[in-house]
């Protein structure tokens, strides 16, 4: 079986010497090994899908494709909590670019609360999901899971709630919203803090 880290360090092999780019075509006869000095000790693994196949290939794994004859080819970008850390440093990133892209907006007075949420606006525009969307997400999903774990025949429900505490805990921030507080307990547009409060459970008064 190949690790994940074992394939991520093949990508390495494949980037430039600057650590940059990756070669264009792995399948090239000629490779210039001035400008890819590692490439030669790079190890690929190949696979023929066939009609009707259907092909995972993990988060962070560089694949190349190449078609062997006319083809339709239908791909889903999704994510789960084995790497929710890389989707929220993505999301950071893109955030950040946005934010540095309308900061010229704050001349003409749109500043505070306003400027992030038109940020939050261009960033769900750009990325197809913003810090919002996110949030809800990582809600829903908490509800979900703990929903699960009640149950006494889930004899791993404990594990999966300690599995659900870990990975909340990577997006964990201090100010990404505000917590509004219903009848009905936190709405979802709570802090993402509420999500891990909720996997981690009723907490102890001192």
Known sequence: MVSNAGIVEQEIK???R???FVVPDVTADVIDK???PRFHEAHAMYVVQETGDAIFVPSGWYHQVK????TISI???????????????????EYAAVEHELDDLKEIGLVG????????????????????????LL??????????????ENSDRMLVKRDLLSHLG??????????KSTSAGPMWTCNWSYCVMLAAGPQTKQ
């Open 75 to 93: 791909n889903h970008n999704w994510f789960n909590g084995y790497n929710i850390r890389e989707v929220w440093g993505f999301l950071k990133r």
């Open 34 to 36: 001035t400008k890819y």
């Open 170 to 179: 990577y997006v964990s921030l201090s100010d990404t919203g505000t917590q």
């Open 14 to 16: 494949l980037k430039d």
């Open 139 to 152: 809600y829903a999903k908490t509800i979900k899971m703990l929903s699960w774990c009640e149950h006494p």
């Open 67 to 70: 078609n062997l004859k006319d």
């Open 18 to 20: 600057y650590g940059r």
């Open 113 to 136: 609360r306003d400027f992030v949420d038109q940020c939050q606006v261009v960033m769900l525009a750009n990325t197809g999901m913003n810090y919002v969307e996110f949030r809800e």
